[in-house]
Nanobody, 117 residues
């Protein structure tokens, strides 16, 4: 069972940037779809970006043009470059397979992103 550890969150002003990283405990090569999810306060967790094993990407409309997802199958890592951040991007960010049940539904602790002036 692959587990994930997310890092890189923090407090940033609107318009700023952050880069999130995700380290997997095992190989992600066999996981076709990987993604970054976020959970805003009082809301359900939502999928914001996905990437296939061959690095084909897709984004939620709310982050399109601002976020960039990438993966390194050799290093078993996933990244999310977030630019032009908005207060509505605030939340806890998680990486996982898509769907999460692919890896047993286990969720890491996530990394908190707060966008505020």
């Amino acid at each position: 069972q692959v587990q994930f550890v997310e890092t890189g969150g923090g407090l940033v002003q609107p318009g700023g940037s952050l880069r999130l990283s995700c380290a997997a405990s095992g190989s992600i090569f066999s996981i076709y779809y990987m993604g970054w999810y976020r959970q805003a306060p009082g809301k359900q967790r939502e999928l914001v970006a996905t990437i296939t094993r061959d690095s084909i990407t897709n984004y939620a409309d709310s982050v399109k043009g601002r976020f960039t997802i990438s993966r390194d199958n050799a290093k078993n890592t996933l990244s999310l470059q977030m630019n032009t951040l908005k207060p509505e991007d605030t939340g806890v960010y998680y990486c996982n397979a898509v769907p999460a049940s692919t890896t047993g539904g286990y969720w890491g602790q996530g990394t908190q992103v707060t966008v505020s002036s």
